[in-house]
């Protein structure tokens, strides 16, 4: 597709429910990103990857959260036991290489009832 | 540590008023690159510019300009004759050299009124 693309776009669960979130970034786009933003605030940094590797993994917040990006295209965020604390727009971002810009998808929308 | 500050939380403008975005960075590194998006109601971020460390030219994109100051590690936004689709909050964000993440500012609320 033209942009970065985020299915679903919105996600309801329940507390303790493992969810997980794709992401399909720009073909051809090296470096994904994840953020996540609660209402308010700016994008908070998750994780990095530079093709199928997790360069970056320091803003998960802890081990409850895992992203992968097996073939170096399409990346899934995963979610296990969730919190009600877990709610935010989960953000994911892909650019052609590091330092450049990157380009954001219209974000999962998860609420943890 | 990098860090983005916008120290306006929300600017209220009157449509045809011309009105500047203040964003201070903080970085240790020589190289690094700054940005700036916006995000309107339908809560997509769109890139507006990017601005390498080594480059302090300014810039201007039709009604709008940024201001790359090196010496008081600010990149200021400035939108001459502002519009009421301008109305969206609007982030800076700073990438190292390492280019392995984005931090965000808090972000500024600008409501552009009619």
């Known amino acids: 597709g033209a942009g970065v693309s985020q299915t679903p776009s919105n996600k309801v669960t329940e507390k303790g429910k493992y969810v997980e979130l794709r992401c399909d970034p720009i073909?051809?786009?090296?470096?994904l990103y994840w953020y996540r933003q609660s209402l308010g605030q700016g994008p908070e940094f998750l994780i990095y990857?530079?093709?199928?590797?997790?360069?970056?993994d320091s803003g998960l917040p802890n081990d409850r959260f895992f992203a992968v990006r097996p073939e170096g295209s399409v990346s899934t965020l995963k979610i296990q036991r969730t919190e009600r604390g877990d709610s935010a727009v989960y953000l994911c971002?892909?650019?052609?290489?590091?330092?450049?810009?990157?380009?954001f998808g219209q974000g999962t929308r998860l609420t943890v009832v | 540590a990098q860090k983005v500050t916008q120290a306006q939380t929300e600017i209220s403008v009157v449509e045809k008023e011309d009105v500047t975005l203040d964003c201070v960075y903080e970085?240790?590194?020589?190289?690094?690159?700054l940005f700036w998006y916006k995000q309107p109601p339908s809560g997509e971020l769109v890139f507006l510019i990017r601005?390498?460390?080594?480059?302090?030219q300014n810039e201007i994109s039709g009604r709008y300009s940024w201001n790359f100051q090196k010496s008081t590690s600010s990149f200021n936004f400035t939108i001459t004759a502002s519009q009421v689709v301008d109305s969206a909050v609007y982030f800076c964000?700073?990438?190292?050299?390492?280019?392995?993440?984005?931090?965000f500012g808090p972000g500024t609320r600008l409501s552009v009124l009619p």
């Open positions: 073909s051809g786009h090296t470096a």
């Open positions: 971002a892909s650019s052609p290489a590091r330092g450049t810009e990157a380009f």
């Open positions: 964000a700073l990438s190292e050299r390492n280019g392995q993440n984005f931090v």
């Open positions: 970085t240790r590194d020589t190289t690094y690159y």
């Open positions: 990857f530079q093709g199928t590797g997790a360069a970056d």
């Open positions: 601005r390498n460390s080594f480059d302090e």
